[in-house]
């Protein structure tokens, strides 16, 4: 019950709701936010270009999903493991990190990866090179993905089981509205701004 109340104090800011369809609740997250419980929830979110990384421990049954977006570096040769990826890193490295405080071992961990759709117009697939570094982070970091799904045209819905390692996957075909890409290049905006700024300091596992 202590651990239940952690996870919702820290996490207050995840838009929760229902559906009649699932017997858990779900946590929405957006770009740039993460989600993990040891509590059976759901993760929900929808993505384009992004990635989501959904992770558990199926031994501590904790686990839990982010959602992020690799900045484009200025110029191609700039293209390295520095602050091009800094996003990526902190993203990946934060959902993992709130694993292992609730009980994972590193070395148990489940790893599943969806998005890196190339939904945008333009020779730059920001898809492909989002699918190309998350890959390149695990096998730094000496963990295998046990399921990838990256890549296409098509954004993806993503229902994220974190007790389970379920994972329900719908792709759009026909988008109805601008909201997915309004809500990535909002995201992508804030990256470059936030680029100028200090660096923070990020805990590595």
């Known amino acids: 019950m202590v651990m239940a109340q952690a996870d919702s104090d820290q996490f207050a800011h995840i838009r929760r709701m229902r559906d009649s369809r699932f017997s858990h609740e779900i946590a929405s997250i957006l770009p740039g936010e993460f989600f993990v419980s040891a509590q059976p929830m759901i993760v929900y979110t929808v993505l384009g270009s992004c990635i989501s990384a ?3 421990d199926p031994i501590a049954r904790v686990g839990g999903m982010n959602h992020f977006m690799l900045p484009e570096p200025k110029e191609a040769a700039s293209d390295s493991w520095g602050e091009s990826t800094r996003y990526g890193s902190y993203a990946m490295e934060s959902l993992i990190n709130e694993i292992l405080k609730r009980g994972g071992l590193k070395s148990r961990l489940e790893v599943k990866l969806f998005g890196a759709g190339k939904i ?28 990838v799904d990256l890549g296409d045209v098509y954004p993806r819905k993503v229902y994220y089981f974190t007790d389970a390692g379920r994972v329900l996957v719908k792709k759009i075909e026909r988008l109805k509205n601008s909201t997915i890409f309004d809500r990535e290049s909002e995201y992508a905006s804030k990256i470059q701004a936030r680029k100028q700024e200090p660096a923070e300091d990020v805990t590595l596992f």
């Open 54 to 56: 959904c992770i558990r």
């Open 120 to 147: 945008y117009e333009g020779k730059i697939d920001v898809g492909a090179r989002n699918a190309e570094w998350v890959l390149g982070f695990l096998k730094m970091e000496g963990l295998t993905a046990a399921k």
